[in-house]
């Protein structure tokens, strides 16, 4: 199976839901194909490529397609049955990188006092200190937890500088979620999520999602305030070299604080999920005999 055999096996995130007019069509990419969303007069959203439909679902406040014919089910996140939240998708951010890259760089906490200075980080706050990643075998998920990090201001709707907790946690290869401390309640944690859209293999739309304890913060200001995190993290990740995300160890030398980002690759190789990826000879030949 090639990378993008692999990588057509998954749901991918086009649209928000109640974004499209009825009797709308739309135009976008995907895996490198062009796709058109129609909404009929009825509400009905369709996807097609070449004429020919693909699989579609709501989810998340998205709209979510695959070209497979059985796709690998749309991962669980428990917290959108939970109706005391408030759902907040922020809309999409175009960005000139590898999809893989753009998840890898959301389970990154090191980057956050020089990133997002006086927001999710500042000096001299800047070590990571020591945290668990593993899989969970069960669902085949990337898991890290025990991850703290000083925050000036960790939701918009925080109003003092606290000590974080993060649980991160991969369930596909380009989506991702984090589940940390709620500045206004102490027995819950807020969810944080990018699904990722993979344009082609160097460009994708990447659709922040936040499930909040918030009732003092307006949806603008919440979209407002997320968007200003990913804008910030966009310029970082448009300038990155290799564009594609490497996954030889020998191209980007890891430290202590890169675990997950270290947990995220290994997964990625171990399932041929390369679609963005940059490989070696040798990972070329491991992926060809899976």
Not at 190 to 218: G, H, N, R
Not at 234 to 258: F, H
Request: aromatic share 10%.
């Amino acid at each position: 199976m090639n990378a993008i055999e692999q990588a057509m096996q998954y749901w991918y995130p086009i649209g928000m839901l109640g974004d499209l007019q009825r009797s709308e069509t739309r135009k976008t990419r995907l895996l490198g194909m062009d796709i058109e969303l129609k909404t009929e007069q009825s509400g009905l959203i369709s996807v097609f490529h070449q004429k020919k439909p693909w699989n579609t679902k709501s989810a998340y406040g998205h709209i979510w397609t695959s070209p497979s014919k059985m796709p690998k089910p749309l991962f669980d996140v428990p917290e959108a049955g939970d109706h005391e939240r408030r759902f907040v998708p922020c809309g999409s951010v175009r960005v000139r990188c590898s999809p893989l890259r753009a998840v890898e760089n959301f389970l990154d906490v090191a980057h956050f006092p020089f990133v997002h200075t006086d927001i999710l980080g500042a000096e001299p706050h800047t070590e990571v200190e020591p945290y668990s990643v593993n899989i969970d075998e069960t669902k085949d998920e990337v898991i890290a937890t025990k991850v703290k990090f000083y925050q000036p201001q960790a939701a918009k709707s925080a109003s003092d500088g606290i000590v974080t907790d993060y649980v991160y946690r991969v369930p596909s290869p380009m989506n991702a979620l984090l589940y940390k401390t709620c500045p206004n309640r102490d027995d819950v944690q807020d969810v944080i999520a990018i699904f990722v859209q993979p344009l082609d293999e160097e460009t994708c739309d990447v659709w922040p999602w936040m499930a909040l304890y918030d009732d003092q913060s307006t949806m603008a200001e919440m979209i407002e305030f997320q968007q200003l995190i990913f804008l910030q993290d966009r310029s970082v990740l448009e300038n990155q070299i290799p564009i594609k995300l490497p996954l030889d160890p020998k191209m980007e030398i890891p430290t202590r604080a890169d675990l997950t980002s270290v947990a995220y690759r290994r997964w990625l190789k171990k399932h041929g999920a390369i679609y963005g990826a940059m490989v070696s000879s040798t990972d070329d030949a491991w992926v060809a005999a899976q």
